[in-house]
């Protein structure tokens, strides 16, 4: 099992912060969403928020492989049509490339 840390940050507006966490709650999500997140080899994800940040985390299994989710999620409707949704609430962090949403972390400590 591998595990990642990923960071995106939200509009700084405390409605659209309560919108996006009822999307989030178990029984508000798209199962055809859940599914492609399974189906990738994503064994755990939960997401944490502060203010407006949030971090992500995922445990994979051997299957996991970043560039085959995102590919199947580019001709997935349901996972596009998500993320359409999700964009109205999040926006890119600073340093993020064009087009990057969700940043990966670096590790800077483990004890």
Request: charged share 30%; glycine share 4%; proline share 5%.
């Amino acid at each position: 099992m591998k595990r990642y840390y990923l960071a995106l940050d939200l509009k700084d507006d405390p409605q659209l912060i309560a919108e996006y966490e009822h999307w989030h709650q178990s029984e508000n999500g798209w199962p055809e969403v859940r599914k492609s997140i399974l189906d990738a080899g994503i064994i755990e994800m939960e997401i944490y928020r502060t203010g407006n940040r949030l971090m992500m985390v995922m445990a994979t299994n051997e299957r996991y492989d970043a560039s085959a989710k995102a590919a199947a999620d580019a001709v997935n409707p349901k996972v596009q049509e998500w993320e359409q949704l999700m964009w109205k609430f999040q926006q890119p962090l600073p340093w993020a490339e064009d087009g990057e949403k969700w940043v990966m972390m670096k590790q800077i400590f483990h004890l």
